[in-house]
């Protein structure tokens, strides 16, 4: 697989990757408005299914019809809009684009979910690999603590309860997730992500991440030109 | 309503056509489904390809009607039909909004649908199943827009070896003419008026259909369907079907 850079794409991506509550959120708009502040041409890729997906999406989630099979093919192919429709023209137009959360996550997620992961991976062949990968690493408990704190009120899939690990949502959630974070880790090699200690202060990090921003991408390229 | 002509006459009372099928063992091309044994999938999964107009659907009500008068429970499938997409499908198709990764996947969850709630349990339940086109009518699709094969293959990896996959071959200019006397006019989709291969939709079906069939008979050394002459008469394409169903049926 190749990054952008490889494939000799004008624009630069930098996706993060990490558990739900590890802060990657609040540390990837901190990297955006530092990007912005500096008059670069950057776009936060917030994900919008189109109409069609969603509608499909929704549907299966709604009212449980989703496999592990069928729930990967139905995100890789929201993915792959996602992709089409406004990565791969972002990156065609020479911007810096951040996303929160990319390929990584669907390998993570499909595989905790009994989907063979050669397979997984092979459907996602046909995106290119980000040329910055920030994986937050923050200790399970913390993640579980900052998302279970307010008691939400879990979805389905999103506490795996389709792998019938517990009938409590918040017992599922918590396993689930542990399961995620060894996935996670056990990419982080293979795939050169950026490791991030998310237990740190907020300011630790975001340093640390503009730091290895302004090392690895040449900025002065994306300078948005002066109306 | 008159006895059909077309199925062999049963004499009341005789039971002697109903026998039972020999099992022969099942495999997924790749990885398949998970937790799903194919040593239990008893019943038989017969494909029936071919483009729009080669007289599939005609094929397939004929051979449900000779399965069930041998005694044989069957269900049917078809692309488009899963409840989880079908309708966005529908609707995708009146607009032309999805590029064609997002396209090419969609098709993908809506055949893993039914294969994971109508193919499989109906295998398990000893049941004919009729697919009227399976993963090679996909694939051929996205393989005439410049997908990668190695990708696809991956993709349907999924999918279940039918025990017989018969390709009705149709030449481009007869299907011009049943499409017609179908539909009065050619669809948008089934001419390939998405690859802009002429702005002239006639012009465009031929050489649209004259490229999948050239991408069929590519896969049928890797796949090895059974290519049926589709320009014969209904009857006599049906008879050689069921003659080599009825060899399926025995384990041969």
């Known amino acids: 697989m190749k990054t952008f850079a490889d494939l000799n794409f004008p624009g630069r991506l930098i996706a993060v990757e990490g558990l739900d509550g590890s802060g990657k959120s609040t540390q990837i708009y901190l990297l955006k408005r530092w990007l912005e502040l500096q008059g670069l041409k950057v776009f936060f890729s917030e994900w919008n299914s189109s109409e069609l997906v969603k509608s499909a999406t929704s549907k299966g989630k709604n009212r449980q019809l989703l496999t592990p099979t069928t729930f990967s093919l139905i995100h890789a192919t929201d993915f792959a809009d996602r992709y089409e429709r406004q990565l791969v023209p ?3 137009a020479g911007y810096v684009v951040l996303c929160d959360r990319y390929i990584f996550t669907a390998f993570a997620r499909d595989t905790v979910r009994g989907c063979q992961p050669d397979w997984v991976r092979g459907i996602y062949g046909f995106a290119a690999l980000p040329d910055l990968i920030f994986f937050f690493n923050a200790q399970l408990e913390v993640s579980l603590q900052r998302i279970l704190d307010g008691r939400p009120e879990l979805k389905y899939f999103e506490a795996g309860m389709d ?11 918590r396993i689930f997730q542990g399961r995620m974070l ?7 090699t293979e795939f050169d992500f950026l490791v991030i200690d998310a237990n740190q202060p907020v300011e630790a990090q975001q340093s640390v991440v503009r730091q290895l921003v302004s090392a690895k991408i040449d900025l002065s390229k994306y300078v948005l030109p002066k109306s | 309503m008159r006895p059909s002509k ?5 004499k009341s ?3 002697r056509l109903v026998t039972v099928p020999r099992r022969t ?3 997924f091309y790749g990885h398949g489904i998970p937790n799903v044994d194919p040593e239990k999938l008893s019943g038989r999964l017969i494909v029936v390809e071919g483009a729009d107009g080669s007289g599939r659907s005609t094929q397939i009500a004929r051979l449900v009607e000779w399965f069930e008068g041998c005694g044989h429970a069957t269900v049917q499938v078809g692309l488009k039909r899963s409840t989880l997409v079908s ?5 995708a198709k009146q607009g ?13 969850t809506d055949f893993a649908d039914q294969l994971e709630n109508s193919i499989l349990p109906a295998l398990k339940a000893g049941f004919m199943v009729l697919a009227d086109r399976y993963i090679y009518t996909l694939m051929v699709r996205d393989l005439v827009r410049g997908m990668d094969e190695k990708w696809l293959k991956n993709l349907y990896g999924i999918a279940l070896v039918p025990d017989a996959v018969f390709y009705l071959r149709v030449s481009p200019g007869q299907l011009v003419q049943r499409n017609f006397a179908k539909s009065q006019a050619l669809d948008y989709w089934e001419s390939g008026m998405d690859l802009g291969l002429s702005r002239d939709m006639f012009d465009c079906f031929l050489k649209y259909q004259g490229l999948l069939e050239k991408q069929f008979t590519r896969l049928q050394s890797t796949y090895g369907f059974t290519i049926v002459d589709g320009d014969r008469a209904v009857e006599e394409i049906n008879a050689e079907l069921r003659e080599k169903i009825a060899l399926v049926l025995e384990g041969k």
């Open chain 1, 182 to 188: 060894e996935q996670y880790l056990a990419m982080s």
């Open chain 2, 96 to 108: 032309n909004i999805l590029s064609h990764i997002t396209l090419s996947l969609f098709y993908a």
């Open chain 2, 25 to 27: 063992p099942k495999r």
């Open chain 2, 6 to 10: 077309r199925t062999p006459p049963i």
């Open chain 1, 163 to 173: 792998l019938r690990l517990s009938v409590d949502p918040y017992e599922s959630f």
């Open chain 2, 13 to 15: 009372g005789d039971t």
């Open chain 2, 87 to 91: 309708e966005e499908l529908e609707r």
């Open chain 1, 90 to 92: 972002l990156m065609r």
